[in-house]
C-alpha cells in the first residue's frame, strides 16, 4: 500500500507547476484524488479507512524529506512543501487515530516554518483572515471547521507530549509562537482578537497564561483594553469573558512595576485600574488578599496536570465528584 501512495505523489506533483498547490481549490483537487484512493485501497485491502489514510499521510512527509534530502536539506517550498498541508487535510478528513503520525506530520512542518500559523490563524479569525495576515488561505471551509481541527491537532500533540525548541527552551505545541503575529503566542493573538471562545480552548489544553513570548503579562493587557472603556456604561462583554477566563487560571495578580517597593506598585496600580476594582471585574483578594482555597487548588491541580501533559483529558481521572471536575476544567465558574 506504501508504494500505491508513493506513486501517487510522486506522479501527481510531476504534473504541477511548482506553484500549482498554491491556490487552496489546486490543493483541494489533490485531496479530492487522495480521498478517491483512499476508499478504494481500504475497500480492495479490507483495511480502516483511517489507517489507510495514515499511510497515505507518512508517504507525503516521505516526499517531502526525499525533495529536501536532494536540496542539501532545504525545503524547496512551492508545491513541496504545501504536499504537508495536503496531508493536515487528510489527517482531519479522515480522524486519523495513530498520534504519532499526527505529531510526524507536526514536526516536518516546524522543521521548515517553525511555526504553527496555518493551523491557529484560521481558527482565531476565521478562515479568510490568514489571506490578509500571511498571505495564504486555510484550507479548512469555515471557522468552526477551523477551529474543530485545531482541537483534533492539539489532542494528539498532548497526547505525544509534543514540544519544540525555541531560543534554547522547550515550548508545547499549543505555545508556539506565531511569525506573523509579532511571535506572539497563540494564546495572547486569541486575546488580541477578543475572542474568548478561542482562549477557552487554549486555556483548556493547557496553554500558559504567563507566554515567554516577549509580552506583557496577558491578564494585564486585557485590564489595559477594559480601562479604555471607563467612561462607557459597559465594558464589552467578550472582553471581559476573557479577563474571567485568565482570572481562573492564576492564583493571585502580581502587582506590576516592579522592582519599586510594594506600597509604591500598590498606589500605582490603584491609580490606573482602581475602576475595575469598583466595577468589580477584579476581587480585591486576587491583588492584595489571599485567594480562596478553591481557587487555589484548581491552580494547583490545573499546574501539575498542565506540566505532565494531562490537561483537559486528566481531569476525568480525578477521583473527585463530577462538579468539582468541571470547575477544574473551567467549564463552571
Known sequence: MDFIFDCFFEEVLKKIERSGLKTRQNRQNVIDQLDSLIVGCSKGQNVPQDEVSGVAVMSAIKYHQTIKASNSEV??????????????????NWDIKDSSIVCALLNEIYECEKTFERLFLGAIFGSNAPYLIAGWRSDFKDQDENTRALVFFLHHATIMQLQFTVNDRKIPFIDIPIESCGKASPLRVALQATAPDILMIFLRFGANPNPLDGGIPPVLAVMDKLIEFQEMERYPYQL???????????????????????????????????????????????????????QLSRCAIRKDLMNNFQLPDGIKLLNIPKSLKRYIDLLDG
Open 75 to 92: 525545503c524547496r517550498m512551492g508545491k513541496f512543501h504545501n504536499i504537508l498541508y495536503i496531508a493536515v487535510k487528510i489527517a482531519w
Open 240 to 294: 471581559v469573558s476573557c479577563l474571567k477566563l485568565l482570572l481562573s487560571v492564576i492564583p493571585s495578580l502580581e502587582l506590576p512595576y516592579k522592582p519599586l517597593v510594594f506600597e509604591l506598585r500598590k498606589t500605582m496600580f490603584l491609580d490606573k485600574y482602581l475602576i475595575l476594582l469598583k466595577s468589580k471585574l477584579i476581587q480585591p483578594n486576587m491583588v492584595f488578599g489571599v485567594c480562596n482555597l478553591k
